[in-house]
């Protein structure tokens, strides 16, 4: 299906949690070797509405790529399960539409940020 390319993982403020996919983004497509130009699909952790817009702001992301079969406000966001469902999420959707490379991130209460990059195989 898909193997795991590059993961990055960040910190910042804990007021600002939701943020922390940006910088662990950015980290996972350097080790990656790979730009957001690169990447077919993309699977954000929507905590709430406004964290996942800001991440989508601040990286500028294509929204025609980003939770393209709807994200955790519409499927569920499993505490302790999230990071299982949004690769394995990504990889099928990597699969479905013929996507070589994905991103999956996550915010994490803290200020924890984590991204990983997939690609197809």
Do not use: W, Y
């Amino acid at each position: 299906m898909a193997r795991i390319k590059s993961i990055g993982v960040s910190g910042c403020a804990p007021e600002i949690m939701g943020i922390g996919p940006v910088s662990a983004s950015q980290k996972a497509l350097e080790r990656a070797d790979l730009s957001l130009n690169d990447i077919d699909l993309i699977e954000l952790n929507e905590a709430f509405a406004a964290q996942s817009l800001a991440v989508i702001g601040e990286l500028g992301l294509d929204t025609d790529k980003v939770n393209i079969e709807g994200g955790a406000i519409a499927l569920g966001h499993p505490l302790g399960a999230s990071g299982a469902r949004i690769t394995g999420k990504a990889a099928q959707l990597m699969q479905k539409n013929g996507a070589e490379n994905a991103l999956a991130t996550l915010c994490v209460g803290g200020g924890m940020g984590m991204a990983t990059v997939l690609e197809r195989v």
